[in-house]
């Protein structure tokens, strides 16, 4: 099959380049002081739309985005500027320009009168827009990537994109309402959970090592919830690929938070995922469920483990987590085993006093009167759990 190249220096496409080239070469010279765009025309909702690819350099001075103000929504088509989110989205297009990989942002949405700008249509939904000068299309969806832009192409960096091109999708419609209007039914779209994102995110860092890690360890794999917010129970779930990202983060850097882009995946994962099966292994609190699979699970067996063992929520990770990175060494990639054997031997069921007045509370009206716990799961919380652990292993402050 012939590639976008092989096509180009074909001699009838070439031919056929350039009719294509004489058809719209009178209408670029018609309209040579007004910007102009190749297009495809299509309905949807009842109205005109247009597609349009808009090269950088015409990008800040043709678009605009017109927010509403202190306490007034119609003082705009659309919400106030959510601070640092622009700066955000530029970040992330510089961090990757400069690492030579590839990025993408979505489609933008924008509205204008249609007497403000004029459609030659050319036939089977192709067109040329033809904008006039000082004509501005005003954001419907998109307004912080528009700042994103305008500010990376303004500043001292603009060359990073100055070869990249924005495709917007141009809503041919004038009523300031209807305009509002679109903005909320655009901004209607659902969240995407935190495990989903981390599933989808790039091979390095944190997710990497995290993707990795769940597949490698015994009590993650098969019964972790790789695409939403909280693990099923009934389908014998127990963690979330949030859950152990946060947890991995603190293992290695002490921070639930913290990318790990500056470690080297393959190989911290295969210390973390051996330190991890060697733990997993010989604290009593999780031998039997991660040495079973999941099929061979029960429901049962899921609702005691998240119910009695700490180890079973996210909170009790932490905890491990924050412990584990004190049995760590980066420079050597290496985790201390005495430590991992003594982490093992300690009792990780709601009911051991080394959680009361931390993670654990006594709940005057429990719903089951055998388990009055509580689980608190607030910074200090985990703090004073990490301290009294250590205070009972008897590890120095050093550790």
Known sequence: MSNFTDLSTNGVQSETNQKLDSLLEPYFSQHYRERCYPGLVFQQGKRKMVQINVPASD??????????????????????????????????????????????????TANVSPEKIKIIELGRGICLVVIKRGVKLDITDGQ???????????????????NDDFPITLVIEGDFHQCQADFKDMAQTRQLDKSLLLSFGEFEGQVGITKIVQEKVAIFYGKTEKIKASPSTKNKLIYTTNYIARFVSCVLAGDPSDDLQDYDVEETSEALYSCLNQF???????????????????????????????????????????????????NSNYFNQEQIFQLAQVNWSRDNSLWKDNLIRIDPNPKNPNKPYKLTTTPNAVTDAVKRVKEKLEWVSGY
């Not at 001075?61 to 306490?71: E, F, K």
């Not at 959510?82 to 993408?104: F, L, M, P, Q």
């Not at 912080?144 to 001292?156: N, V």
């Open 144 to 162: 912080h990537r528009k700042s994103a832009i305008h500010e990376l192409i303004e500043s001292t960096e603009g060359e990073l994109i100055s």
């Open 59 to 108: 990008f800040s001075a043709l678009l605009q985005a017109q927010p509403a103000t202190g306490n007034d929504p119609d003082s705009g088509k659309n919400r106030p500027e959510v601070k640092g989110h622009a700066t955000e989205i530029k970040t992330y297009i510089i961090d990757r320009v400069r690492k030579n990989k590839s990025w993408i942002l979505g489609t933008l």
């Open 280 to 330: 997993f292994s010989e604290c009593s609190s999780t031998q039997y469920i991660a040495n079973t699979k999941n099929e061979q699970l029960t429901i049962d067996d899921v609702v005691a483990f998240k119910e009695d063992c700490l180890l079973g929520v996210s909170v009790g990770l932490e905890v491990l987590g924050r412990l584990l990175y004190y049995t760590y060494s980066q």
